[in-house]
Nanobody, 124 residues
């Protein structure tokens, strides 16, 4: 079955960097995309970014453009979220997710599989 395991979260000071990883297994779709979402305490989960596994095309939310990047390592079946210039408002649980249809989409409901999440805390 499909499994997604996030790692790399932690506590960092404002202005610092973290790299989140999402290791995948069981993905047998001919094309799919990997998304990153986050959920801060008391808030709804929100879209962060997405990468097409086949083309490598990415799309990022305006709130993180210029600070975050998404990449993938095909050999390791892993997608990364590099987060630079972190701000306290980036504090959230970060989730990776799979859209088995390979869409570049920001819609949470279009992602069928989800990881368990990893906590990112940015102190001021």
């Amino acid at each position: 079955q499909v499994q997604l395991v996030e790692s790399g979260g932690g506590l960092v000071q404002a202005g610092g960097s973290l790299r989140l990883s999402c290791a995948t297994s069981g993905l047998t779709f001919s094309r799919y995309s990997m998304g990153w979402f986050r959920q801060a305490p008391g808030k709804e989960r929100e879209f962060v970014g997405v990468i097409s596994w086949s083309s490598g095309s990415t799309y990022l939310a305006d709130s993180v453009k210029g600070r975050f990047t998404i990449s993938r390592d095909n050999a390791k079946n892993t997608v990364y979220l590099q987060m630079n210039s972190l701000k306290p408002e980036d504090t959230a649980v970060y989730y990776c997710a799979v859209d088995q249809h390979g869409r570049i989409t920001t819609m949470e409901r279009e992602y069928e599989y989800w990881g368990q999440g990893t906590q990112v805390t940015v102190s001021s």
